[in-house]
């Protein structure tokens, strides 16, 4: 398998998420994963980092996503696995066993919502967790990811 580039974060995003802008916008906004896919990208850029972003609505893909940016070095990962943030034991085993510094980002406050969203089992794979933030949680979760790392924002 080909090597990532150095300094490259792989921005995951799961089920529904190809739906932004269109899906329940007072919870998730208007942005549309486009939007998002090009806000972590300039913003990665910053630091001198790329980003491979990714979405799927299978949890199997998702967790194939995670052992391909463990095989390829990648410097972290930003995730937001939606419903199965709630539900995956194997994402996060996943996550645990790549040992790759992770951020998990919710758009909306999970605990302003359902209750049976309370609880994230990737929040515990994640040395971070943000919520609420609608998108911009995405450059904020880059930020710290980048700070983890060590990668120093360029002039």
């Not at 090597?3 to 995003?13: E, H, M, R, S, W």
């Not at 995670?66 to 085993?93: F, K, M, P, W």
């Not at 943000?130 to 998108?135: A, K, Q, S």
């Amino acid at each position: 398998m080909a090597k990532t580039p150095a300094g490259t974060i792989y921005v995951l995003n799961g089920p529904n998420l190809n739906l932004l802008g269109a899906r329940e916008p007072q919870h998730y906004g208007h942005a549309t994963l486009a939007d998002v896919e090009k806000l972590c990208a300039d913003t990665a850029a910053q630091f001198g980092l790329a980003t491979d972003c990714r979405q799927s609505n299978r949890e199997g893909e998702l967790i194939d996503f995670v052992h391909e940016a463990h095989a390829r070095s990648a410097s972290g990962i930003v995730i937001n696995a939606g419903g199965y943030s709630h539900t995956s034991i194997a994402l996060h085993d996943a996550l645990t066993a790549v040992k790759i510094p992770t951020v998990e980002v919710h758009i909306s406050n999970i605990y302003a919502r359902e209750g049976f969203r309370h609880h994230s089992f990737t929040a515990k794979a994640a040395f971070a967790t943000l919520c609420g933030f609608g998108v911009d949680g995405y450059r904020l979760a880059i930020n710290g990811l980048a700070a983890k790392i060590g990668a120093k924002a360029k002039a």
